[in-house]
């Protein structure tokens, strides 16, 4: 770490000044491997992965790929860490900055819905390696769970907000609507994906007003309403 | 075929009984092989399947499991197959002999929990191999997705009747109806199998009445009480 120049303690100008700029070539060098790594897992899975592949794709040695990344585990750990960076950039941030309750739950949904629809071409990393991994323990499940708990836990914060602000009745059982949310995703995936069945889309935007429907308070009724209206007018055009 | 004894044709004492036999022997052996590949294939995933690996299960040489299956593709499309088939006996052609309507609609969705839920600890090869083989075209893929369509197409006339008989609205979107039921239990799978979080079993029972709920008639109200009363008292005790 003292080697690094740091934003405190600007270095001196001639070897450091060198050191920062292969500190730069390298991380630029890693963002390249990490990106095409990323594009041949949703296409083949964590597990197509391999140093050789991406020397292959990247026209780079692979004692050159091996630099970056020290070994498969820790290429397939990357990849799920850029994944999930990537899928808080597009789908989390921009939606906690709705109102709390139900426009940020439905932000959430919407933007879910769009992302996979956007995978349906190469396919989402989440879901392909829960099922990779479902019976292989050891860092790359545990990395891949840990991810997909964080999502869980930003979707259960948004419907416990929905419920204490009063859109959804109060004996609303949280775990029940998220996991039929998630039901929705995955069978979008699976039928628009795999299937290749036209209107997933358009059915897990019906299925999502069916779970909370079920639910929802008249207060919660007039705000979605507005809500649906804004993303409407917001959203970009949708694809099956 | 004209060497091989059939129940019309009774064939001399010597020569052709030894080969009633071989037949039968070989019959048993490739239900052998066959037998390991589901269980090598649920655990690994169809991908995860190879003739060496098999004859080291079977404590058979390599060429020995050729002999019955000439390519890792042949065996996958055995193995597909072979569950398929292991499907309906255990879901399907129960769930039919039930009254049309809700109670057969319910007959083939609670036998299809089951059978995830079984497979909780070996995982399900249409779900994994949906996944597995969602980028991958050719005849393992074909053959999964002709399965699943199978699959799909019993559970959408059972809706259908159950719309036609006025067990639910006429304005049922049967579409809409198997999408969500479908979701259901990949959630299942997802949260059970790879998540290990408990009560899944639960929420997918929670989550059919949902969604049949919101489309069912009074006389479907009527029927599906005594349906849930006859089910509770004959199904197997359930696990999460």
Do not use: N
């Amino acid at each position: 770490m003292s080697d690094t120049p740091t934003i405190d303690q600007p270095s001196p100008p001639s070897a450091p000044r060198r050191g920062a700029r292969s500190l730069q070539k390298g991380q630029h060098t890693r963002a390249v491997i990490l990106d095409a790594a990323l594009g041949l897992a949703s296409h083949m899975g964590l597990e197509g992965l391999s140093i050789g592949a991406l020397a292959d794709v990247t026209k780079m040695s692979k004692s050159g790929v091996f630099a970056h990344f020290g070994s498969r585990e820790e290429l397939q750990i990357a990849v799920v860490t850029e994944y999930h960076a990537k899928f808080e950039e597009e789908v989390f941030f921009p939606a906690i900055r709705e109102p709390r309750g139900l426009p940020r739950l439905r932000g959430l949904y919407e933007r879910w819905v769009r992302r996979v629809s956007v995978e349906i071409d190469s396919g989402c990393i989440y879901i392909s390696g829960a099922v990779e991994f479902d019976d292989r323990p050891g860092p790359v499940r545990d990395a891949l769970v840990s991810m997909v708990k964080a999502w869980h836990a930003a979707l259960r914060k948004a419907i416990v907000l929905a419920k204490d602000i009063g859109h959804l009745a109060p004996d609303t059982d949280v775990e029940q609507i998220l996991f039929e949310l998630h039901g929705l995703i995955l069978s979008l995936h699976h039928d628009a994906r795999f299937m290749r069945i036209p209107g997933a889309i358009g059915r897990a935007g019906v299925g999502f007003d069916r779970v909370i429907h079920s639910v929802i308070t008249p207060a919660g009724q007039h705000i979605d309403a507005e809500t649906k209206k804004k993303l409407a007018t917001t959203a970009p055009k949708k694809r099956t």
